[in-house]
């Protein structure tokens, strides 16, 4: 029996080690090298472990050919010699892979509740949790193996990302501070510090500790990079800086792997904030949805679907009723565990964004509406939410529902206070409501940060 570099219990060849190591490290990190672990099972079929560990990245492809892809792994792995912690490894992919996404929760929490060092479990099991909408249980997880891994970087930006989900932004700074003192590089506590800035209105301060960060992403896989650079997005969109929007977009957040579903939400998300925002984005819409066209009704994640079913509409693809028509299946056919995330958020989402592209702007505004409190029942960030907010806004300042808009906006302005588009938004919606002061300082704003965040970018 040999152990991984964290301590966690191997079994079988032990040459393997190296593999194995590659994968934890690279997968913690988000790192390329963690994709080399395809070939090492390949190579070595009576080795369960990276058998396992093939079929767990298959699965994070998060499209219907994951848990195709990922049988064959798990089915040889499962036929080799396992030791406990592996055992139940393979429990929670067959799980996994059945779509009984609570019993692999559970059967993962119980995981790295025996091996708290067995970091690569606890990352699969908070986005579990993630995608559920379940913020609580990504820091329970956290902070019951935080005591045996204070050592380990990662452990605190995964820590940092659970408090960032729980609104607990002070303790998710700390957190993530902790772990780029001991590894400035750590892209998922780049992640997780930026997410508390966007949340606190730390706008400049943001953009420029990502633009610091940002060399050193170029060994990072391809949702990782853009990512982050999809942040930085959100905050040149605040700053009003709408060049380097576009320039981020076309050089970094659309330049990576354009068939994984993650980049694809990342470009169908900063287009149509764009857009929301008064950005001209060209013909950019008709390449994210020709590659969203190829993945077919894909309704594997609500979340993911609603945001393909957006670029379909947009681009005017004939697809896009075939998608709308799968997201209203499934949520009629939804298990128990998921109903709520189909029915009550996804379905009148999607129906909302059909709405709002049609110009049917008093259905959309109805439909959103209805899903706003639902939301976090379909998984994504609070950040990467907040788009389905930004189309209910957009449709009613276009339904002349000036009051409503008014409360919206400056709840979200005091969130954002020098935020350009938001001032830019309420500067149109007082100049509606005949409150011709206000409009005036919301210009003046809106002018002010644009001004004064193009200077600090020269």
Known sequence: MTADYLGNPVSGDAEALGAVDTFVAGFL????????????????????????????????????????RAKPFLERAMACELNERERRTAEFLTAWLAGDLPGAEAIGEGVVADWPRDLAMLKLVQ???FNRGDAPAMLRLALASLPHAEDVAQMHGMTAFGYEECHLLADAERAARQALEMYGGDPWAQHALAHVMITEGRIDEGARFLEGA???????????????????????LSQGRDGAVLRA???????????????????????????????????????????IAARGADVEHPFLALQYLYALIRAGRAEAPTL????????????????????????????????????????????????????????????????????????????????????????????????????????RVYAALELPAQAAEARAEATRARHAALEAAE
């Open 214 to 236: 940002a060399g050193g992403w170029g060994e990072l896989n391809s949702f990782m990079a853009t990512h982050n650079w999809w942040h930085l997005g959100l905050f040149y």
């Open 127 to 129: 986005y579990l949790a």
């Open 29 to 68: 990190g988000y790192e390329t090298r963690a994709g080399g672990v395809v070939r090492a099972a390949a190579a070595r079929p009576g080795h369960g472990l990276l058998g396992l560990y093939a079929a767990a990245l298959f699965m994070l492809l998060e499209s219907p050919e994951g848990p195709v």
């Open 324 to 427: 709308l028509a799968a997201i209203r299946q499934r949520a009629a056919a939804a298990p128990g565990f998921a109903r709520g995330a189909w029915n009550e958020a996804a379905l009148p989402v999607a129906e909302g964004f059909a709405a709002y592209l049609a110009g049917q702007h008093p259905a959309a505004v109805r439909e959103l509406g209805r899903a706003l409190p639902q939301l976090r029942q379909i998984g994504g960030s609070h950040a990467q939410r907040d788009l389905f907010e930004q189309v209910w806004l957009a449709a009613l300042m276009a339904d002349g529902q000036w009051s409503e808009a008014q409360q919206a906006l400056e709840r979200r302005r005091a969130m954002d206070p020098d935020g350009a588009v938001v001032n830019q938004q309420l500067a």
């Open 249 to 291: 977009y076309d050089a970094h957040c659309w330049a990576g792997d354009q068939a994984y579903s993650q980049d694809q939400v990342g470009a169908v998300s900063l287009l149509a904030r764009a857009e929301l925002a008064g950005i001209d984005v060209g013909d950019r819409w008709g390449e994210v949805a020709e590659r």
